[in-house]
């Protein structure tokens, strides 16, 4: 009986401990479960940081190498993870510096280049402002900022100033310094499509040569009469034309109206008979036609005539000659033009100089032959 009872008690015993080891491990396992999925969680963790660093410094290749972490995976399988993040994180911060110093090195080039750029704009900016200077480019070219100048007291003055250049007041694209013309727009630019300009330029050139050949009697113009000479001096401007009020059809008009007048005058007080009046009328009519018929012989004498038709020679002459030509500024008011012919041979050059006359319009004048 009480080895029986020995018997059970040993036993109950072994149970009783068996038990508690069960006890024991179930904590032990949830213990390692808890720490497992803990450690997996920070691989996640890590894992979703090191593809944000990745996303920053657009490190594309970096983000497939990562490891995906799965529920439920082993301690011994997130360890070895453990190990390729590790090694993943030593890789992208060699990535990251290299990048760093790529851009620091790009950075520091672009400063490099942003400086080399700033002084060749500062080189090309007084280069200008030297050209502009001689060539007078500032005038038509958009560089330089602009304003409009107007005035009503002291005096009137309406003109612009440019900030490049603001010494000088410029009035239709010519500049002014102290009220004196100093530069001129390029005709090139000034005149474009102005066929009106243009065409009168031709008739002033061709008026140019005619006087030239003239004054170097050509075909031996000096051979032909004082009057012939005279009218073709008119005709091209060596001498200045008689005024209408200056011929002799008006001077006869004016001294026949002061005459009838006189005779209106003495036949009111009765001095004079209406027939005395009328034929004083009939006489100074007839004077007056007189005057215009010989007006008329005179302008189509044979020394007339043959101003015209030298006039008419010279300009055949020189058609030929006056074709394309290309403008070169010599300073501020003056330019070379050089002519072509058709063929695009050159044939002759000339100086035209700008001025302001009496009533402050920019004219010019022609000079300088230079035949080819």
Not at 28 to 48: G, H, I, M, P, Y
Not at 356 to 371: F, P
């Amino acid at each position: 009986m009480g080895k029986f009872l020995l018997i059970c008690l040993f036993l109950c015993t072994g149970i009783c401990k068996t038990s508690a080891q069960i006890v024991d491990l179930s904590k032990f396992v949830k213990a390692k479960k808890s720490k497992t999925e803990v450690f997996s969680q920070k691989l996640q963790n890590t894992r979703d940081s090191l593809l944000r660093i990745c996303k920053i410094y657009k490190l594309e290749d970096f983000k497939y190498k990562f490891p995906t972490i799965y529920l439920g995976e082993s301690m011994e399988s997130l360890k070895a993870k453990s190990k390729e993040f590790e090694k993943s994180k030593v890789e992208i911060e060699n990535a990251i510096s290299k990048k760093e110093l790529e851009q620091k090195r790009v950075d520091s080039i672009q400063k490099v280049n942003d400086a080399e750029r700033i002084v060749q704009e500062r080189i090309a900016d007084s280069l200008y402002l030297i050209r502009a200077a001689q060539t007078w480019e500032w005038l038509h070219d958009k560089k330089g900022k602009w304003e409009t100048i107007d005035r009503s007291y002291p005096k009137e003055e309406h003109y612009q100033v440019n900030s490049l250049f603001p010494q000088y007041q410029v009035i239709d694209q010519n500049a002014y310094l102290n009220g004196k013309l100093v530069g001129v727009c390029h005709p090139a630019k000034n005149n474009k499509n102005n066929s009106e300009k243009e065409r009168c330029f031709r008739i002033d050139v061709m008026t140019f040569l005619c006087q030239q050949d003239f004054l170097n009697n050509k075909y031996e113009i000096q051979k032909e009469s004082p009057k012939t000479q005279e009218y073709i001096k008119q005709k091209l401007g060596l001498k200045k034309q008689l005024e209408p009020t200056d011929s002799p059809v008006y001077k006869e008009m004016i001294a026949n109206a002061s005459k009838l007048r006189i005779a209106q005058e003495r036949l009111r007080k009765g001095e004079i008979d209406l027939n005395t009046y009328n034929r004083i009328k009939t006489k100074l009519g007839a004077k007056f036609t007189g005057t215009v018929y010989q007006e008329m012989a005179d302008s189509n004498s044979p020394e007339i005539n043959a101003g015209k038709r030298y006039l008419e020679q010279l300009r055949t002459d020189n058609k030929s000659l006056i074709g394309e030509y290309t403008i070169q500024r010599i300073d501020g008011t003056n330019f070379t033009y050089q002519f072509r012919n058709n063929e695009g041979k050159k044939t002759f050059s000339v100086k035209v100089s700008f001025f302001v006359n009496e009533k402050k319009n920019v004219l010019y004048t022609i000079s300088s032959l230079q035949k080819k």
